[in-house]
Structures are given as structure tokens and as C-alpha cells.
């Protein structure tokens, strides 16, 4: 392109967006790519640029209506990490997937102290929109990545569309669920609700084949977290899921340590390990380096925040893990759990969140978060089991031990304080989604689950939809169907019970009901079937406006093919 021309461009798209952020580096508007033979230096100082690589793809998240985040890290090829101290990065953005038709151009860099991780908060962007980026070092280029703005607040968006994962452990098997997820070409978004990576070392929990967790052994420090977050996101497949939709993303317990909470975790032990707040801290800087996920203000480490979708969600997304979670009680035994003290998520967040819901006019109000919200009777489940002649229901007990105390079960107080919000207030279309458990579940929540003839007389609260895992384990084969058959029975307002295959939720929005359809894989182990759904298992369920009672097995709902797929067409991916 010629000087006179580049010029012209420039004050062209002086004003097209600005970046807000740019992972604690600093950044500045520029003139965009235009698609033609470009060097692709930075500042136009090759001395200065050090050789890189793009080896964990890119990603894009938190979208709002002006703005998104843009992610990517790149790799010193040159030179050791540690003696490289700063690399210049340039971000394109287009409307196009060639990127010929740029909108803007950031400058900004990355080092170290950000284990080499860029991460751009580019705003001034129109709502609603679909766009592409790039990232550039030098004459090296990332891979084109697709995301999209949010509908304006103000706005009646007719409908949306999203993914809805978990518990994706490395160790454990392929990430074929990650491969059928990215073939979905007309989501909105992905709503990741944790166990995003595992912490575990080498046959800890998992030993597939060929994917042994790096480093080999359990990750405490800053730099083993940031080791394993690498790993994953060498993942082709992971890659494919950002690569194609913006993520908005929780943490659970595995990010850190399992069944973690404020002070502590079931997996840390602080006299071989060290302190506990140190370990978090660590945790907590590595998943916001390696997530593309917007900082909250000036408070570090805060996950809970709202979204919303037009006027269709409102959504609201809740830490209950690490921000002002109590130790887990040792069983429905333990009177502790009723305690009114007794906190899965600070009182601040919790005012956040009642508020939130009360103050809501979108046609929905949705909730992302970690486990389970809906009461699970253990004891009656475990009648219902010798009722089937289930003779030794130890296994049995013993998975839903593992699971029951830390979730909303063992934090009743808490619960207890949104159910009455919803229902002193009338909040209607309220529905849940969770993760952490593996399993697939539907459920209606009521103010009482344990009341077996209210149930029948008054309508739910809201519906929980609990998505199975992407590779993590569910209950053991030989168990599996019995158990199911267990909860429902004792359980009747548990709709749906799935508890041993991975897949994920896939949700389709209008302003006339909320739709969730399972969809399973075949297999995580075998190369052959990666991303190929068992269309035979596919489960449909949903709430229709006005009245939270799970329906099942309508139709399953179409895709957008022309808006979406025709008009603002997927990347082209490098998985096969």
C-alpha cells in the first residue's frame, strides 16, 4: 500500500474503536490492516521484534454491547522466555473473515510478568455485530478468530443461541465434545461453568493415553498453573471452541484445588504444600492471564458479574467456589448445613444477586453457576436403590456423599434466600444452568423439593439444567442406570437424569421458552468419532414463558443457518 493511501485509511479509523485494556499493557488506535501484502512489523522496528509463535490459538470473551475481550499468548521461538522482556503485539479487527475490511488496528505488548499472554478489552464496537481478529508479531500471524457484540440492552432481541460446558479434564480423554461444540456454526456464545483445567498430576485422575498432565505433578505454584493452562489450550480442538464463538467463563473448584472454598480445600495440604491463600492467589492469576475473561473494576479476582442479551437475558454469573464460600459440612447429617451463618457465596454478592433478580425486565433471567441448586433427597434415594434390589449401596452412597455436601444442599441458608426472593417477588422465567457433577440433570426447583404433595399443586420456582461433563467421569457403568432410576423416584422434581455420558447443553432462547437439548458424543477415546453426537441419546427439555414446569421431548429447535452461518460465516478450522 502506498504512503499517501495508508494515510487516507488512517484517519479513517482513527475513531473506529479504542482498546480499553490490553493485559497490563499499554495500547493505542492505529491505522487498520488492509488485507494486502503487508510486512506486518509492529512500529515498523524489526530490531526490536523477537521471533514468536502462536502455539495456543486465540480466544475472545465477556462480550457486551460496545466491546469484547480478545485473547491470545505467544511464544518467544528465538530466545528463552526469560530473557525476552517485551514483545510488541498488533491486533487487527474486521467485518470479514479474510480481513479485508478492517474496522481498526491496536497496538500493545506483552511479557513475562504476564507469562507472554495478551489480552485486549477493545471497545467502541457496534452492538449485535459479528467481527474478526487477528494478532501479529513481526511478520508472524495468529490464527483469524470470530466473535460478536450483545444486542443492545435496549433492544427486543428475538432469540439466542449458546453452548453450556464443563469439567473438561485433560487426563481423562479426548476433547470430542469441545470438536462437536465447535461445529455448532450459529452460536452466540459458550457458557463455560468450570473445571476448565485440573489441577491433579499424572494418574491422579485420569491416564489416557499420550496426554499425561504437564508439569507431572500437582500444579501449586504459579508457574505449575500456568504450565497446565498452556497444556490445555494446546488443544486443538479447545482451540476450534474459541477460535469460532466469544466464552463467558467461571471457575470452579479444579482451577484451583478440588472442592475448593475461602480458606482451604479438600486437595491442599498446607503442611506440604504451603498456604492456602498463596495457592488461590496463584490459581487466581493464572486463570485470568490464560481465560479471556474482563476484569471486574479494580477488584482482583472477581468472577461474578451480569450479561445481558438485549431484552431477552438477563444473566447472572456467580462465583459460590473461592469468593466467600464456607468449609463443606461432612454429611446430611451434620445440622451445620441449616446454620443461617453459613455462606457458599459472600453477602455482598448475594445482595448483588437478589437485587439483580428483583430489578430484572428481561423476558429471562438466567443464573451460570458451579453445582447443583436443587435439593437431593440422599436418603430417600438410597430406599428407592434397595427398593430395586440394589444389595450393597455403598458405591451408591458414596457418589452422592462425594458430590451432595457441596453443593446448595450444604448451604441451605443461602438457598433459602433466593427461593424466597423469587417467590415473595413473583420472579418468573428464572432458570439455572450448573456444572461440576458430570451428569446430565433437569430439574424443577419449588420452594420445598421435599414436600412431595405441594410439588404437585404449586408451580416451580424456576428450572436447573445441569450439564454433563467433557471428558470427566460420571458414575460408574454398572451403577449408572439403577442410580437414575433411584433419583427420579425419590426425587420427582428431577425431571431428567443422565449420569454417565459426556456431552454438553445446547440452548436456544425465544421469547416464548427456554429450550435445553442434550446432545451426547459417541466416544472420547476413539480419534474416529471426534465431535460426531449420538443423535439416538439427544434429550429435549425446556420451560415455556410464564410457567417453570419442564416439558420434554418437542422438537428439537433449528439452526440459524442463514443469519448466522451464511452472513457472518465460521473460521476456517485446522482441526480435522
Known amino acids: 500500500m502506498d504512503r499517501q493511501r495508508r494515510a487516507v485509511v488512517k484517519g479513517l479509523a482513527a475513531t473506529s474503536f479504542t482498546a480499553l485494556t490490553a493485559c497490563g499493557g499499554s495500547s493505542s488506535s492505529s491505522s487498520p490492516s488492509t488485507g494486502e501484502s503487508d510486512s506486518g512489523v509492529v512500529n515498523g522496528d524489526t530490531d526490536r521484534v523477537p521471533a514468536v509463535a502462536f502455539n495456543h490459538g486465540v480466544a475472545s470473551g465477556d462480550p457486551l454491547p460496545d466491546r469484547v475481550i480478545l485473547w491470545t499468548r505467544v511464544t518467544p521461538t528465538d530466545a528463552l522466555a526469560r530473557d525476552v522482556e517485551n514483545v510488541p503485539v498488533r ?29 485486549v478489552d477493545v471497545t467502541g464496537l457496534r452492538p449485535d455485530t459479528w467481527y474478526y481478529y487477528q494478532f501479529a508479531v513481526g511478520n508472524e500471524k495468529s490464527g483469524v ?73 500437582e500444579i ?56 492456602w491463600n498463596e ?37 447472572f454469573m456467580l462465583d459460590t467456589r473461592l469468593e466467600g464460600r464456607d468449609g463443606q459440612v461432612s454429611s446430611p447429617a ?3 448445613r441449616f446454620d443461617e451463618q453459613r455462606r457458599i457465596m459472600s453477602e455482598e454478592q448475594m445482595d448483588w444477586l437478589t437485587r439483580g433478580l428483583s430489578e430484572s425486565a428481561a423476558n429471562w433471567r438466567m443464573i451460570g453457576q458451579q453445582v447443583m441448586f436443587a435439593e437431593l433427597n440422599i436418603i430417600r434415594t438410597l430406599d428407592a436403590a434397595r427398593t430395586l434390589g440394589v444389595e450393597d449401596v455403598s458405591a451408591f452412597n458414596g457418589q452422592l456423599l462425594s458430590l451432595n455436601m457441596d453443593q446448595w444442599d450444604g448451604y441451605v441458608a443461602d438457598r433459602e434466600n433466593i427461593l424466597q426472593t423469587l417467590a415473595g417477588e413473583s420472579i418468573g ?19 420445598d423439593s421435599g414436600n412431595l404433595l405441594e410439588n404437585t399443586l404449586a408451580p416451580p420456582l424456576a428450572a436447573e439444567f445441569v450439564t454433563p461433563s467433557v471428558t470427566s467421569p460420571g458414575f ?17 422434581h428431577m425431571k431428567y437424569v443422565e449420569l454417565k455420558t459426556p456431552g454438553f447443553i445446547l440452548v436456544d432462547v425465544t421469547t416464548e421458552r427456554t429450550q435445553a437439548e442434550f446432545l451426547y458424543v459417541r466416544s472420547i477415546s476413539s480419534v474416529d468419532d471426534l465431535g460426531t453426537i449420538d443423535p439416538g441419546m439427544t434429550k429435549v427439555v425446556g420451560v415455556d414463558s410464564g410457567n417453570s414446569r419442564i416439558y420434554q421431548d418437542r422438537p428439537r429447535s433449528e439452526p440459524r443457518a442463514v443469519r448466522t452461518a451464511m452472513f457472518h460465516p465460521p473460521v476456517r478450522q485446522s482441526v480435522s
Not at 470479514?96 to 474496522?103: A, G, L, Q, S
Not at 476448565?196 to 498432565?213: A, M, Q, V
Not at 482451577?255 to 504444600?273: I, V, W
Request: net charge negative.
Open 334 to 336: 451434620d445440622p451445620g
Open 429 to 447: 422465567n428464572t432458570v439455572i444452568f450448573t456444572g461440576d457433577i458430570h451428569t446430565s440433570w433437569a430439574n424443577e426447583v419449588y420452594a
Open 91 to 119: 491486533l487487527t479487527v474486521a467485518r470479514d473473515r479474510d480481513m479485508r475490511e478492517p474496522v481498526g488496528q491496536i497496538n500493545t505488548s506483552t511479557g513475562p510478568d504476564r507469562d507472554f499472554c495478551v489480552k
Open 145 to 217: 478468530g470470530r466473535t460478536r457484540t450483545f444486542p443492545d440492552t435496549t433492544m427486543p432481541a428475538e432469540r439466542a443461541r449458546f453452548a453450556v460446558v464443563s469439567c473438561s479434564n485433560y487426563a481423562y480423554g479426548l476433547f470430542s465434545v469441545y470438536k462437536a461444540v465447535s461445529e455448532q456454526a450459529d452460536l452466540d456464545f459458550i457458557l463455560h461453568l468450570g473445571d476448565y483445567i485440573y489441577e491433579y498430576g499424572p494418574g491422579e485422575y485420569g491416564d489416557f493415553p499420550g496426554r499425561d498432565p504437564l508439569p507431572a505433578h
Open 279 to 315: 495457592r488461590r492467589a496463584a490459581a487466581i492469576q493464572a486463570y485470568f492471564e490464560w481465560l479471556p475473561i474482563r476484569e471486574v473494576g479494580t477488584e482482583r479476582g472477581r468472577v461474578w458479574r451480569k450479561f445481558q442479551f438485549g431484552k431477552l437475558i438477563d444473566l
Open 220 to 275: 501449586i505454584e504459579l508457574s505449575d498453573y500456568r504450565q497446565r493452562h498452556a497444556q490445555y489450550k494446546t488443544d486443538a480442538n479447545l482451540q476450534a471452541v474459541h477460535q469460532q464463538f466469544p466464552m463467558i467463563c467461571i471457575w470452579d473448584d479444579h482451577e484451583s484445588a478440588n472442592d475448593s472454598y475461602r480458606d482451604g480445600a479438600e486437595n491442599h495440604d498446607e503442611a506440604t504444600e504451603g498456604g
Open 476 to 492: 460408574p457403568e454398572e451403577i449408572a442406570g439403577l442410580a437414575e432410576v433411584a433419583v427420579q423416584l425419590s426425587n420427582p
